[in-house]
């Protein structure tokens, strides 16, 4: 009975993140389609956008990535063999330090957005980007700890439910504040950018305060975990941290290489091209690739997200529980799925690129070359988010 019970668990997590990725992805899409069709905007403001928000990102892999699988594996060991005491207190000791950690990350970002825009990416237009993206790295490093503590009780909801908030409200938040900024500014593309990577910021903060409010409306329920705890072993605030970032630090390592191929074509592909094209035409061949081609194969990696997210707590509970049988199978199930997922999407992006391209983006179409060579990464690549969530969880 147990074991079933965490099979619907494992299933019924898988299932809340799948549709919430899917969700995250169409309304991405919305505002990605609304911002390269949109007049003034296009293939130069994708360039301007993106080369802010991969600098953000790396910072972003560097406050959070790891955070939420980390503390996801620590809480569900300890929930797996009755300590709830201890899983409560990782989660608050993790809290106060990734706190402090993202409040860096922000610092960071804020004031040194002259100098990276200038003399790193070589285009000054994205300073305003950059700065209006400060705020986010700060509320999403503490989410990403309250995402962890409720995933590694296997409480996926709470996880999927703010990630498609935040990502509705990024959707909605985006096209109401470049049209306000078009109206009155006549179609400035840097202030359009800039504004548009605004509503993330408030996108993130608004996607924090659910799961703040979430964790409020739990806290009964929580405490009563707490204090019905059989095996809890009081461990050191300096103990705790290692544990999670002995966890942390390997997963934000291998996050953070993806992360860094982003920001290299950021610095690189503008710099590179203007030895053969003009400045405009260079800034439009990275918009190409980092505002329609990476949106576009990175739609099946973020479906394919949630088996790499709910295997770390699943494998991590059996594994404490000594129980190797569900490991092996939630692993093969989870593979088998993840194929079927990757194969027919290398497939259609490379066989029908131009199609989509023309589809989708009507006024801007260019780059179906590009997208057929980045969709032959999409097999091997959900093949690895879903191995990293086994090996993580063991």
Request: charged content about 15%; glycine content about 6%.
């Amino acid at each position: 009975m147990v074991r079933e019970s965490k099979k619907e668990s494992f299933m019924q997590g898988i299932m809340a993140i799948m549709f919430s990725q899917i969700m995250i992805k169409l309304f991405g899409l919305v505002y990605k389609l609304y911002l390269t069709n949109k007049e003034g905007f296009g293939d130069r403001g994708n360039a301007i956008y993106s080369s802010g928000f991969q600098i953000y990102a790396l910072l972003l892999t560097l406050s959070s990535t790891g955070v939420p699988n980390a503390i996801s594996k620590l809480v569900s060991e300890r929930v797996a063999i009755g300590d709830n005491k201890g899983a409560h207190r990782i989660f608050k000791i993790a809290f106060v330090a990734f706190a402090f950690i993202g409040l860096i990350g922000t610092l960071i970002l804020f004031f040194g957005a002259g100098y990276i825009a200038n003399t790193m990416l070589q285009i000054p237009e994205a300073e305003l980007t950059l700065v209006a993206l400060s705020p986010s790295i700060f509320f999403v490093a503490i989410a990403s700890v309250i995402r962890g503590y409720f995933n590694g009780k296997e409480q996926m909801k709470a996880s999927a439910n703010s990630q498609t908030l935040e990502q509705i409200f990024k959707t909605s938040l985006t096209i109401i504040v470049v049209e306000i900024i078009a109206t009155f500014s006549t179609g400035n593309t840097v202030l359009m950018a800039a504004g548009a990577n605004l509503a993330t910021t408030l996108a993130t903060f608004l996607g924090f305060t659910y799961l703040y409010l979430y964790y409020r409306s739990k806290r009964k329920e929580v405490w009563q975990d707490v204090n019905s705890s059989v095996s809890y072993k009081n461990q050191r605030i300096k103990t705790i941290i290692k544990q999670i970032l002995v966890v942390a630090i390997p997963v934000s390592i291998s996050s953070l290489l993806s992360a860094v191929n982003k920001n290299i074509d950021a610095f690189t592909v503008v710099r590179g091209l203007k030895t053969f094209l003009t400045e405009a035409q260079a800034k439009e061949q990275y918009g190409i690739l980092s505002g329609k081609v990476d949106t576009l194969t990175s739609l099946p990696l973020s479906v394919n997200i949630a088996f790499a997210v709910a295997l770390v707590p699943a494998i991590a509970s059996a594994v404490a529980r000594g129980d190797k049988k569900t490991v092996e199978k939630r692993i093969s199930y989870s593979l088998l799925l993840t194929m079927l997922i990757g194969l027919p999407c290398t497939v259609g992006m490379f066989v029908f690129a131009r199609p989509i391209l023309n589809l989708l983006f009507p006024n801007a179409a260019e780059g179906a070359v590009v997208l057929q060579i980045s969709s032959l990464t999409i097999l091997f690549t959900v093949l690895a988010q879903t191995i990293s969530g086994a090996l993580q969880g063991i």
